[in-house]
Each structure stands twice: as C-alpha cells, then as structure tokens.
C-alpha cells in the first residue's frame, strides 16, 4: 500500500475533514466550546422544525392569497426546503466546527438525519460531541 493510500482505508477518511480546507488560526473570542454547544442546539431546533412542518398536510396550512388554485401549497413547500436548508447548513457548520466536515460527505446523511427521532438525532450528535473536538 502507497503512503497515500493509507490516507483512506475502506472509503472513510482518517483526516477528521478529508479533503476540506484548513488553516491554522489564532482567536480570541467565546469559547469554541460554547460556540459548539449553540450550535448544536440550533441542529436540534431546525430539526425539530423541519419534523413539526412536515407533520402538517399542505392543506393544514392557509394558502397565499395569490394562488387559491394552485395544486401545491406554497407556503408548505417554502417552509419546508426553508427548513431542510436551515438544518442542512447547520450540521454542516456544527460537523467543521468539531472537527469533523469528513462525515458531511456520508450519503445522504442529511436526509437520514432529519428521518431520525429526536432522541435518536441526539444520541447521534452526543457521538459527535465524543469523538469531535474544537481544538483541531
């Protein structure tokens, strides 16, 4: 095996980011942790949200007055990609800031995140919070 090979080992990267950008930086501010925390916090909440959205039928929302004819509601379906977005963006900054962007790249992994319960959502980011680290 190449020396670069080992880089890589059945698919899954061993540098916690893979391929991702990084630079070596010097702050001062709120502790990462705490950043990490909130952020994490903001991953559950767009979750929970996504899941409370998508409990709704279209018709359980009141349409814009513009479009009474429409064959999709959309103030559903924005509310919805909104909420998938907000989530999506969240886990990807919550992942880089533990230091692993790495686990961004597993198939799909957004949409099975939002499929999971929210006891479930959290056992998995109580496993980023063990294995991660805002210190690099």
Known sequence: MREDDEEEFEGFPLLPNGAAYERTETRHGPPLDYVAQKLR?????????????????????????????TASSVTYDAMLSSAYAAFAYALIAYLALKNMLAAASTDRLT??????????????????????????
Do not use: W
């Not at 767009?46 to 009474?68: G, V």
């Not at 939002?114 to 210190?135: A, M, N, W």
């Open 41 to 69: 916090s903001s991953v559950e909440m767009a979750h929970s949200t996504y899941n409370a959205i998508k409990s709704f039928s279209r018709e359980d929302l009141l349409r814009p007055p513009a479009a009474p004819r």
């Open 111 to 136: 949409e099975k995140l939002l499929q999971c319960s929210g006891d479930e959502l959290r056992r998995r980011l109580d496993r980023i919070d063990e294995e991660g680290t805002v210190t690099g």
